[in-house]
């Protein structure tokens, strides 16, 4: 298993997006794992393009992602989107970090690699 001290951190590219749709979909398939079919009608596939079409435009600029990897295994990955809002009264910049998509692989799971992204 995995360790901290044995991976590596690193911001996503746009090569990395293939494999940040399918961490984002495998995360709302585990989400919904057990959900009976047919309760929640759910298009993957549009899901998927949209997804990529969302980080091939923002990535980098205002999504930002990251990967988590070893030797061997892609690990985790997850991201944030800055929002922008109102401004309010304690907050003139109008900006919200809005983190999402985090995934990690099942056999790597309860080892703090979603801590980490955070």
Do not use: Q
């Not at 749709?21 to 759910?42: N, Q, S």
């Not at 061997?72 to 401004?87: E, N, Q, T, Y």
């Amino acid at each position: 298993m995995e360790s901290e001290a044995n991976v590596r951190v690193y911001p996503a590219t746009i090569k990395d997006i293939p494999l940040l749709v399918r961490h984002h979909r495998r995360m709302f398939e585990d989400i919904l794992y057990g959900v009976k079919p047919g309760t929640i009608a759910i298009d993957y596939g549009k899901i998927d393009r949209v997804y990529a079409e969302k980080l091939t435009h923002e990535l980098g600029d205002t999504c930002n992602a990251w990967v988590i990897r070893s030797d061997r295994d892609v690990i985790a990955s997850g991201a944030v989107s800055i929002l922008s809002m109102v401004p309010v009264p304690h907050d003139y910049a109008c900006t919200v970090g809005y983190v999402h998509s985090i995934f990690t692989e099942k056999e790597f799971r309860h080892n703090g690699f979603a801590r980490i992204l955070m």
